[in-house]
């Protein structure tokens, strides 16, 4: 079946510095990729979405990048900061508007 | 915009008994709504898919009769967990998705723990 990989696992950075968590699709119709963060007991919030029809996307210290031709995309987050530390997940839709996810990134910003 | 709203919170219920947890749309109507429980330290796994009016359809390994999924507005779904027992303990998370763009908003989060 269809599915996402995410890496890394687990990603420790230093406050300040710049943090990359990359995914892989493998159902070429996803047209839709959005990037989720979940702090502990609570729900996945949506942070940042790109569809296929742009490589870039930024928000403010957020960015996401999509390779179509290669099935992947990238979430970057600069300058991080305590509050950044979370879950964070990939995901893709399918044809019939689900979403396939990622198996989640710890995030953990040193101070 | 775009809050989802999900109750209750946490419940804890003895084996055998139903629970039911309620998802809302509050500042827009949702024609679908999913159902996900979720692990300690593991992802989503989506439960049920739910379209307003219609019967919900579940992946495949979830009990239909077991998880039982009530879509009676554009606004609300239920989950009911009948005859809880220990291994259905999880965290069950509802999202809503704003049109048909994909947007998917979720709600808190029901921890459910059954004795």
């Known amino acids: 079946g269809e599915n996402v990989e995410q890496h890394p696992s687990t990603l420790s950075v230093q406050e300040g510095d710049s943090a990359v968590i990359k995914c892989t699709y493998s159902d070429s119709a996803s047209n839709y990729f959005p990037w989720y963060k979940q702090e502990l007991g609570k729900g996945p919030q949506l942070i940042i979405d790109?569809?296929?029809n742009v490589g870039e996307k930024k928000d403010q210290r957020i960015a996401v990048t999509l390779n179509k031709t290669a099935k992947h995309f990238s979430l970057h987050i600069t300058e991080t900061q305590p509050e950044d530390s979370a879950v964070y997940f990939c995901?893709?839709?399918?044809?019939?508007?689900?979403?396939?996810w990622g198996a989640g990134t710890k995030l953990i910003i040193k101070p | 915009g775009a809050v989802v709203s999900q109750h209750p919170s946490r419940v804890i219920c003895k084996s055998g008994t139903s629970v039911k947890i309620e998802c809302r749309s509050l500042d827009f109507q949702a024609t679908t709504m999913f159902w996900y429980r979720q692990f300690p330290k593991q992802s989503l796994m989506l439960m049920a898919t739910?379209?307003?009016?219609?019967?919900?359809?579940?992946e495949q390994g979830v009990e239909k009769d077991k998880f039982l999924i009530n879509h009676a507005s554009l606004t609300l779904s239920t989950l009911t967990v009948t005859s809880a027992h220990p291994e259905d303990s999880s965290f069950y998370i509802c999202s809503a998705e704003q049109g048909a763009g994909n947007e998917q908003f979720f709600g808190p989060g029901t921890r459910l723990t059954v004795l």
């Open positions: 739910s379209n307003e009016g219609s019967k919900a359809t579940y």
């Open positions: 995901a893709a839709n399918l044809a019939n508007y689900q979403l396939i």
């Open positions: 790109i569809r296929s």
